[in-house]
């Protein structure tokens, strides 16, 4: 069965630094692999996606991500971060062989972006 | 547009009292749906998903159930509320096979087991 391993629970970091938010998933069959994020007590959103093509995705609010293969990675990246994007950070897959039917999420990564 | 509603967004029920989430999707047909709970440093944990009225497929042995009457609603029940069913919970759609890859999710219900 697909997991998602997201190897840092919380990230501090200062306003205008850069961050990454690591994904790592168990298997190297075809997936389909997605950011989303959450504001306290309200549902998800998302941020990016990789279905296919380019490794290298742009999303919104300035993130990407970069999925690698070899290493079964999705590392979700900034170059300058905001006091407003303090919230927390889903990796998540689902197996496109199945249709993507089944999202599987990572436990979350807290961002904190302080002053 | 595609819009996904989920009530109430709060609710606080005592111990062994029964429970009722419903969920409803508009702009789409035939959509998948998910339940999901999402408890303090645990991630999204998949409750129940269903692929047509009637059709629930549970991924997580619990206390809950879920039942899907109409294409368009997706509804997560207890008889007997225990305190560990406490958490948030989320709903969430996804389109067909092979075409809107991504859920959309609702705007969550947090339930406290008191």
């Known amino acids: 069965a697909q997991s998602v391993t997201q190897l840092d629970s919380q990230v501090p970091v200062f306003e205008e630094a850069p961050v990454e938010l690591r994904c790592n998933y168990s298997s190297s069959v075809s997936v389909y692999l997605f950011w989303y994020v959450q504001y306290p007590n309200q549902g998800l959103q998302l941020l990016l996606k990789?279905?296919?093509?380019?490794?290298l995705v742009k999303g919104i609010n300035g993130f990407e991500a970069e999925f690698n293969k070899s290493q079964t990675s999705f590392h979700l990246r900034k170059p300058s971060v905001h006091i407003s994007d303090t919230a927390e950070y889903f990796c998540?897959?689902?197996?496109?062989?199945?249709?993507?039917?089944?999202?599987?999420f990572g436990a979350g990564t807290r961002l904190f972006v302080k002053a | 547009s595609q819009t996904i509603h989920q009530w109430p967004a709060t609710l606080v029920q005592p111990v062994g009292s029964p429970l009722s989430l419903e969920c409803t999707v508009e702009?789409?047909?035939?959509?998948?749906l998910y339940w999901y709970r999402q408890a303090a440093g645990r991630g999204l944990q998949l409750l129940f998903y269903s692929v047509g009225i009637g059709q629930i497929s549970s991924e997580v042995p619990q206390n809950l159930s879920a039942s899907r009457p109409q294409d368009r609603q997706f509804i997560l029940s207890s008889k007997k509320l225990l305190l560990s069913d406490s958490g948030f919970y989320l709903c969430?759609?996804?389109?067909?096979?092979?075409?809107?890859?991504?859920?959309?999710f609702g705007q969550g219900t947090r339930l406290t087991v008191v």
């Open positions: 969430a759609w996804k389109g067909l096979w092979g075409t809107n890859t991504e859920a959309f």
């Open positions: 998540a897959v689902s197996d496109r062989n199945t249709g993507g039917f089944k999202t599987i």
């Open positions: 702009g789409t047909s035939n959509p998948n």
């Open positions: 990789y279905l296919s093509g380019s490794t």
